[in-house]
């Protein structure tokens, strides 16, 4: 495993070691190995979703009433 240091402010130290000290993380490492993990997984589920809505744009437009879709959404909420 590679090391990496770095540099925080006091008050980001402190809140990393009070989350520590809650027993959420073994050490600041694993912290840190949590947040770049979440921000692997952020990333990936935000190119999904880029990626799904450039197909959206490139499959065209459709111009719809609302009146024309306002019931299906109404039976599928529940609403009348």
Known sequence: MATMNISVPDQMKVWVENH?????????SDFVRDLIRKAQYNEAERA????????????????IA?????????KRTGRT
Do not use: H, T
């Open 20 to 28: 520590i000290a809650e027993g959420q993380f073994s050490d600041a």
């Open 48 to 63: 999904y979703y880029q990626a799904a809505a450039d197909a959206g744009f490139a499959s065209g437009f459709e111009e």
């Open 66 to 74: 609302i009146e024309d879709i306002l019931p299906g959404i109404k």
